[in-house]
């Protein structure tokens, strides 16, 4: 090739790759501007412009999520879904419950049936990672166990070998007892049921020996039974149950809104801040108190909410001790300790980051 025609062709080479870069950028461009046009209309976005929030619950768990006499819900997760309505409406009534059993609640997140799902369910890997859900926090630790009649003189779980063991299916709650009985050697036989209602019915009918679903569950059931006083909690522990509120994977502004309405329970509590003390304590000297309540920065303005969007959480549902005292603290028929779930400067595992 004469010199001419090298430089010619290099010049029409550099020509088109020119025109190939240039392409390629303006189609990067494009997807980046779609990618984030595409992040930024999400869940906050839809539940804003649909006016409520739908929030996925148990079909019925006392202490967690129940309707009481009058047929208004009621519970620890109840009071977590009014929570979030109130950082994205400023209004605990803005919301659509969905009841759902153990199989229908994760489908129905998928699907956007529900915008969270607030129903004492376990983190775990699987359901984290290949579920492709995004659990936002723990708001209860708990450990399965068994309950038994009290007259049954059976006293530790070791003592259920060839028991039927009544269990909620689609649960890990009927994975760990498979596998707790097969490490054990004890031949269990489970009987299971949609819902933990139909479960309890059937081992107060007498058709199971035993029945196991986390603590908290066992303590919810007994408290509904016609003579709880029949039935005793076993005290074996036969597994880890961090219970939280989840959400779809990959909506990260849904997320942090969900997450930091837990956040705020836990660090209103820290703080000492009550759902009756709420409005004096905008005259707090402490910085966090007056970055959390909105009167210092610009923090609601970062989630796309209200600038007393914590402050009307706290004043309108309170914070996180008062929740679970109303719902499942020692003065109710569950009559729970906070143990675990108490706050890491008192013994317990309820920790949030700091609000700075």
């Avoid at 007994?222 to 959400?247: F, Q, T, Y």
């Avoid at 600038?307 to 729970?336: C, H, M």
Wanted: glycine content about 10%.
């Amino acid at each position: 090739m004469a010199d001419g025609d090298l430089r010619f062709y290099n010049k029409i080479k550099g020509e088109s790759y020119m025109r190939h870069s240039l392409t390629a950028i303006f189609i990067g461009v494009i997807t980046a501007s779609i990618t984030y046009q595409s992040a930024s209309a999400g869940t906050l976005e839809d539940v804003k412009k649909r006016g409520y929030l739908n929030c996925g619950i148990n079909t019925g768990l006392a202490g967690f999520a129940a309707p009481d006499d009058k047929g208004t819900w009621k519970g620890l997760d109840i009071d977590f879904c009014k929570a979030v309505a109130v950082a994205v409406f400023g209004d605990p009534s803005k919301i659509r419950y969905k009841s759902l059993n153990a199989k229908e609640r994760f489908t129905a997140l998928q699907s956007s049936e529900v915008d969270l799902l607030a129903r004492n369910t376990t983190w775990n890997f699987s359901r984290d990672v290949d579920l492709k859900l995004d659990f936002i926090g723990v708001n209860y630790y708990d450990g399965q166990g068994f309950m038994v009649r009290s007259n049954s003189g059976i006293k530790s779980a070791s003592e259920l070998k060839g028991a039927t063991v009544c269990v909620q299916t689609g649960t890990t709650t009927e994975f760990n007892l498979t596998q707790y009985s097969r490490t054990n050697n004890l031949g269990m036989k489970a009987l299971t049921f949609a819902k933990n209602e139909e479960a309890r019915q059937a081992y107060q009918d007498g058709r199971c020996d035993a029945y196991t679903t986390d603590g908290s569950g066992l303590a919810g059931e007994r408290s509904v039974m016609a003579n709880p006083k029949d039935h005793i909690i076993l005290p074996d522990v036969i597994s880890k149950e961090p219970l939280g509120p989840v959400v779809r994977h990959g909506d990260n502004a849904w997320g942090d809104v969900v997450r930091w309405t837990l956040n705020t329970m836990l660090i209103a509590e820290e703080l000492g801040i009550t759902s009756t003390n709420v409005d004096s304590m905008r005259q707090s000297v402490n910085p966090e108190i007056q970055r959390l309540l909105g009167v210092q920065g610009d923090y609601g303005k970062m989630l796309n909410l209200s600038s007393d969007w914590a402050f009307q959480i706290i004043k309108q549902v309170g914070n996180y001790g008062e929740s679970f005292e109303r719902n499942v603290g020692v003065s109710t028929p569950l009559n729970q300790q906070r143990g675990l779930n108490n706050l890491w400067n008192k013994g317990g595992l309820m920790y949030a980051p700091p609000f700075l």
